[in-house]
């Protein structure tokens, strides 16, 4: 079990970049899947990205492929979510999200993620 906290959120224009953080206490899981989620009101929690932590294989949703990358430092035990091109529809709370390795398998099931942060607001305008 791990603790998560985002940050990184905020507001920028369309085509704006945006990098999000999630500290992971005590450490990011030497063989685990961390994931970004988001979500808005009108819809329920979408996968984003996800990484395979034993070899940083990683996962992107079709929507933001080639936009978004996620990536990990562990001496900053970071799971970061670097978003470029960022669009209205990229809008909403985003959660950082872990679970073991597999769930890498499945990783676009929230279901399957035991552990949370509380979420950082992103807002693209347009």
């Known amino acids: 079990q791990v603790q998560l906290v985002e940050s990184g959120g905020g507001s920028v224009q369309a085509g704006g970049s945006l990098r999000l953080s999630c500290a992971v206490s005590?450490?990011?899981?030497?063989?685990?899947?961390m994931a970004w989620f988001r979500q808005t009101p009108a819809k329920e929690r979408e996968a984003v990205a996800a990484?395979?932590?034993?070899?940083?294989?990683?996962y992107s949703a079709d929507s933001v492929k080639g936009r978004f990358t996620i990536s990990r430092d562990n001496a900053e035990k970071t799971v970061f979510l670097q978003m470029n091109s960022l669009k209205p529809e990229d809008t909403g709370m985003y959660y950082c999200?872990?679970?073991?390795?597999?769930?890498?398998?499945?990783?676009?099931?929230?279901?399957?993620?035991?552990?949370w942060g509380q979420g950082t607001q992103v807002t693209v305008s347009a």
């Open positions: 990484i395979y932590t034993a070899s940083d294989y990683p």
């Open positions: 999200a872990a679970a073991s390795w597999r769930t890498c398998g499945s990783w676009s099931n929230p279901q399957y993620f035991f552990d």
């Open positions: 005590p450490e990011i899981p030497v063989n685990g899947c």
